[in-house]
T-cell receptor
């Protein structure tokens, strides 16, 4: 069965430190992988995607993610966290045989000044 | 990417009534998706709406409770019928912009049923 796991409900990082939000997936074949961010009382905003090509993907707001096929992971990273990065982050995967997204449970990222 | 206008942004409704949520897209899209999200939690797909055909509902969601219209390639509505407090949630519409692009979301409708 297809699935996405975000093992951490919450990640706490001090401002200026690097951050990582973890995501692993299970899907048949090669997946499309996405990261979205949701700020309080807002809709979801697209951050970045992996479709094919370079395993390191750069996205919005200085975020990047690395696709690791052997570990079936797609962790979100940022070299230096900002307080304004505090939000709810979702990893999603789309099986290439259909159009639906499989969503992770979400990780609340808290950046402390 | 597509821009979605979703209305209303929030509403407080009496139990037993119905609410229709509208999503207008600024470009033609084949597939639209309707989700439900409890605050702070993940998204649950309600149905996929294709223009010219009936919506495809996920397990646990039925057309009588969540009728969907998709009259053209830029517009869709979701109705939450005969509401109960358990229907209180955030409802989101989404569109895909082609195989190589991400999915765009409306700003959401926060529904409270009292």
């Amino acid at each position: 069965a297809q699935s996405v796991a975000q093992p951490e409900d919450q990640v706490n990082v001090a401002e200026g430190n690097p951050l990582t939000v973890k995501c692993t997936y299970s899907v048949s074949g090669n997946p499309y992988l996405f990261w979205y961010v949701q700020y309080p009382n807002r809709g979801l905003q697209f951050l970045l995607k992996y479709i094919t090509g370079d395993n390191l993907v750069k996205g919005s707001y200085g975020f990047e993610a690395e696709f690791n096929k052997s570990q079936t992971s797609f962790h979100l990273k940022k070299p230096s966290a900002l307080v304004s990065d505090s939000a709810l982050y979702f990893c999603a995967v789309r099986d290439r045989s259909n159009y639906q997204l499989i969503w992770g449970a979400g990780t609340k990222l808290i950046i402390k000044p | 990417s597509a821009v979605i206008s979703q209305k209303p942004s929030r509403d407080i409704c009496q139990r037993g009534t119905s609410l229709t949520i509208q999503c207008q897209v600024d470009s033609q899209v084949t597939m639209m998706f309707w989700y439900r999200q409890q605050p702070g939690q993940s998204l649950t797909l309600i149905a996929t709406a294709n223009q010219g055909s009936e919506a495809t509902y996920e397990s646990g969601f039925v057309i009588d409770k969540f009728p969907i219209s998709r009259p053209n390639l830029t517009f869709s509505t979701l109705t939450v019928s005969n509401m109960s407090p358990e229907d209180s949630s955030i409802y989101l519409c989404s569109v895909g912009a082609g195989l190589n692009y991400g999915y765009t979301f409306g700003s959401g409708t926060r529904l409270t049923v009292v």
